[in-house]
């Protein structure tokens, strides 16, 4: 794989106000992951590796990887000798990342250091790319969302598919209400408390319960330059998995 030439340096990269924000929060941030949502990511994850393993794709991207869930869900899923890459602009996310693999050393996963708005890939490079819970994190109130999407459709192949899972907004208004009240009361709370990264957890209730709609952010995504885009809502809305074609 050859990178991009250009803007490779760390030191160079943008300044990304989340970035200090997943910098702190790794050492809790799966077990706080599984608690809130009661296992349910996991499931929805699964979901999601199923959807990105759809036609047995050679090369395959796990943009904002984080502690590396979905990339090595894939790659012990994959068993065609398909290539994974993970990219995060977070060092301390990405230690995690390569402390897990370690449980599954002949399942290859390479990890990156990367910024979505520049990403170190060559063009149409990836059959698939994937984004689990971050899509939110690129797209919600940021000026650089144009940017990102560009990036993201710019690597993926003629033809591939983009997939994220994220939260969604529940269509039923009573439900919706609970869902946020249950993000605002318990998740915005406990969350803070456990991980102690108040910021953190205030910028998750708030983003989450003002996030997009499936319709909403079907629009951006075809807005963006993607052919089509369907989805899937799980747990009765608040979460769903996008799947984007270039």
């Known amino acids: 794989m050859e990178p991009k030439e250009r803007h490779q340096d760390r030191q160079q990269k943008q300044d990304r106000p989340l970035q200090d924000i997943f910098t702190d929060v790794p050492p809790k941030y799966d077990l706080i992951n599984r608690l809130f949502t009661f296992r349910m990511d996991e499931h929805w994850r699964k979901r999601a590796v199923k959807e990105c393993l759809k036609g047995q794709p050679a090369k395959i991207l796990d943009l904002c990887t984080g502690t590396g869930d979905l990339a090595l869900r894939m790659a012990r899923k994959a068993d065609w000798g398909c290539q994974i890459t993970g990219v995060d602009f977070s060092d301390t996310m990405l230690e995690v990342a390569r402390e897990k693999q370690k449980l599954w050393p002949d399942k290859q996963v390479d990890f990156v250091f990367g910024d979505v708005a520049d990403l170190p890939f060559e063009t149409a490079f990836f059959d698939t790319a994937g984004i689990s819970f971050a899509f939110r994190n690129l797209t919600f109130e940021n000026p650089d969302t144009p ?27 009573i439900y919706r209400k609970f869902f946020h009240a249950y993000m605002k009361h318990v998740v915005r709370r406990m969350g803070s408390w456990i991980s102690g990264n108040r910021e953190a957890y205030q910028y998750f209730y708030y983003s989450v319960s003002h996030f997009y709609t499936a319709a909403e952010l079907k629009k951006l995504l075809l807005d963006a330059g993607f052919s089509s885009v369907s989805h899937i809502p799980l747990a009765g809305g608040a979460a769903a998995i996008h799947t984007a074609i270039k």
Not at 151 to 164: A, H, N, T, W
């Open 147 to 173: 940017e990102f999407l560009s990036e993201i459709l710019r690597v993926i192949k003629p033809g591939g598919k983009f997939v994220i899972v994220e939260s969604s907004q529940p269509g039923s208004g």
